[in-house]
């Protein structure tokens, strides 16, 4: 295992982060996983630390990942503000403490390579990768997949009716979130489709991307901040993106991200066209309250459609799998560089995407400088 206390069992785990993902998805998680013991906290805001001092129980509440030890963490979780992703992981591989870090696992293909480097200059592993791979009703159609013929297109969206995640703050500034929809809907989107196109990546990509509701507080993720009213707008990213890659297995794929739209529900669908027939899977990703009431999964050929049983689990219980298969791939020295390599493959297509929608490259890490595109200007001209 990666440190000396996981060897005696549970995985001494730090959350690096802890702000809604981190108090919302992984914290409570982690504390009712008995493969988990929650032995530190680090966040620079003193308020959320001062919150934390009250719960935090044993574990130790710090405002720096590097006052972190690895004689003392075996795992750290990072759900830290996007651009800041790599650099908290590499502090930490580098001192030698694995990483799971939230999606997007980093913001342009040089992150990637530098969070190789670090995981191989520090012997430590990083994990990454999004849940949604992990919901009952996708792997039901990744099983129907193989029942395809071989598979010529994945047509692969995530619509939401109202969903901008706090407008005006980090989240809509494209130099700390590297981009809006694409990188935060769209990253787990392609993961999604890696099993159905294969782990080659894509050997192109074209796109375009629009900004009609971010500058519109009506259009917040109102989830985020239950009981309060949006009170900020605005941005320099795109609410949409729309795309088009061909994969190295020359499988197409049709993407659409969305974080706000004129639909009623949010809805992800997920469309397989295969050699012998079609499968398609309706359901909703992530937390939103405005959500599907069902998952539903079919299969057409040859003109008829059948429906096919499958599973409407829980809110979030995709979250609860990944944990259990965190400590099988902390102990598995074969996933050094797969993380690293799959980031960047996905990376490199967003990165794709953006250029041929006429965004400049991404600024990641350079908090204040600002792109030349804006919402109300270029991008929402560009679709
Ligand atoms: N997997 C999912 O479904 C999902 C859902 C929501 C968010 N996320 C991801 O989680 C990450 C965090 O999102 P969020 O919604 O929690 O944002 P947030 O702004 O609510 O929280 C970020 C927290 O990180 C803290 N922080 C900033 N710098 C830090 C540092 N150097 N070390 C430690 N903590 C630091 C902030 O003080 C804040 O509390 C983002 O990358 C986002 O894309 C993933």
Redesign the pocket.
Same mark, same amino acid.
């Given at each position: 295992m990666a440190g000396p206390g996981c060897d005696a069992g549970r995985v001494r785990v730090a959350v690096? !982060?802890?702000?809604?993902? !981190? =108090?919302? $998805?992984w914290l409570p998680r982690l504390r009712e996983h008995p493969g988990y013991e929650v032995v530190a906290l680090?966040?620079?805001?003193p308020a $959320?630390r001062a919150e934390l001092d009250t719960t935090a129980g044993p574990g130790g509440v710090f405002? =720096? &990942?590097d006052e972190l030890s690895r004689h003392d963490v075996d795992l750290a979780v990072?759900?830290? &503000?996007?651009h800041?992703?790599c &650099?908290?992981a590499v502090g930490l591989l580098e001192a030698g403490i694995p990483v799971f870090v939230?999606?997007?696992v980093c913001l342009s293909t040089a992150e990637a390579d530098r969070l190789a480097v670090a995981e191989r200059a520090g012997g430590a592993v990083l994990l990454a990768g999004?849940?949604?791979c992990l919901r009952a009703d996708l792997r039901a159609l990744y099983t129907l997949a193989g029942q395809l013929g071989t598979i010529r297109h994945v047509d692969v969206s995530w619509v939401r009716a109202h969903g901008v &995640?706090?407008a005006g !703050?980090?989240?809509t500034r494209r130099d700390l979130?590297g981009g809006g929809a694409l990188?935060?809907l769209g990253?787990?989107l392609l993961d999604a489709v890696v099993p159905l196109v294969g782990p080659g990546g894509f050997v192109d990509a074209v796109g375009t991307v629009s900004g009609d509701f971010v500058a519109d507080a009506a259009w917040s993720a109102v989830w985020?901040h239950p009981g309060s009213v949006a009170a900020r707008s605005g941005g320099d990213v795109e609410d949409t993106a729309r795309a088009f890659l061909v994969s190295a297995d020359g499988v197409s794929v049709t993407l659409r991200a969305s974080w706000a739209s004129h639909e009623p529900l949010d809805a992800t669908v997920i469309r397989v066209e295969g050699s012998t027939g079609s499968a398609q899977l309706d359901c909703t990703? !992530?937390?939103s309250p405005n959500r599907r009431p069902a998952s539903s999964l079919s299969w057409t050929r040859a003109g008829t459609t059948t429906p096919v049983d499958v599973a409407t689990e829980p809110v979030g219980t995709e979250?609860r799998r990944q944990l259990d298969e965190l400590p099988v791939l902390l102990a598995d020295p074969d996933r050094r560089g797969v993380a690293a390599a799959q980031a960047r493959s996905t990376i490199a297509a967003i990165e794709r995407i953006y250029d041929s929608a006429g965004r400049p490259a991404p600024v990641s890490g350079q908090p204040g400088a600002r792109g030349r595109a804006t919402v109300t200007g270029r991008l929402a001209a560009t679709s």
């Amino acid at each position: 295992m990666a440190g000396p206390g996981c060897d005696a069992g549970r995985v001494r785990v730090a959350v690096v !982060g802890l702000g809604w993902a !981190g =108090r919302s $998805i992984w914290l409570p998680r982690l504390r009712e996983h008995p493969g988990y013991e929650v032995v530190a906290l680090v966040d620079p805001d003193p308020a $959320i630390r001062a919150e934390l001092d009250t719960t935090a129980g044993p574990g130790g509440v710090f405002a =720096r &990942p590097d006052e972190l030890s690895r004689h003392d963490v075996d795992l750290a979780v990072v759900a830290v &503000p996007n651009h800041l992703h790599c &650099p908290v992981a590499v502090g930490l591989l580098e001192a030698g403490i694995p990483v799971f870090v939230e999606k997007p696992v980093c913001l342009s293909t040089a992150e990637a390579d530098r969070l190789a480097v670090a995981e191989r200059a520090g012997g430590a592993v990083l994990l990454a990768g999004s849940a949604a791979c992990l919901r009952a009703d996708l792997r039901a159609l990744y099983t129907l997949a193989g029942q395809l013929g071989t598979i010529r297109h994945v047509d692969v969206s995530w619509v939401r009716a109202h969903g901008v &995640p706090d407008a005006g !703050g980090w989240f809509t500034r494209r130099d700390l979130a590297g981009g809006g929809a694409l990188v935060d809907l769209g990253w787990h989107l392609l993961d999604a489709v890696v099993p159905l196109v294969g782990p080659g990546g894509f050997v192109d990509a074209v796109g375009t991307v629009s900004g009609d509701f971010v500058a519109d507080a009506a259009w917040s993720a109102v989830w985020r901040h239950p009981g309060s009213v949006a009170a900020r707008s605005g941005g320099d990213v795109e609410d949409t993106a729309r795309a088009f890659l061909v994969s190295a297995d020359g499988v197409s794929v049709t993407l659409r991200a969305s974080w706000a739209s004129h639909e009623p529900l949010d809805a992800t669908v997920i469309r397989v066209e295969g050699s012998t027939g079609s499968a398609q899977l309706d359901c909703t990703f !992530g937390f939103s309250p405005n959500r599907r009431p069902a998952s539903s999964l079919s299969w057409t050929r040859a003109g008829t459609t059948t429906p096919v049983d499958v599973a409407t689990e829980p809110v979030g219980t995709e979250y609860r799998r990944q944990l259990d298969e965190l400590p099988v791939l902390l102990a598995d020295p074969d996933r050094r560089g797969v993380a690293a390599a799959q980031a960047r493959s996905t990376i490199a297509a967003i990165e794709r995407i953006y250029d041929s929608a006429g965004r400049p490259a991404p600024v990641s890490g350079q908090p204040g400088a600002r792109g030349r595109a804006t919402v109300t200007g270029r991008l929402a001209a560009t679709s």
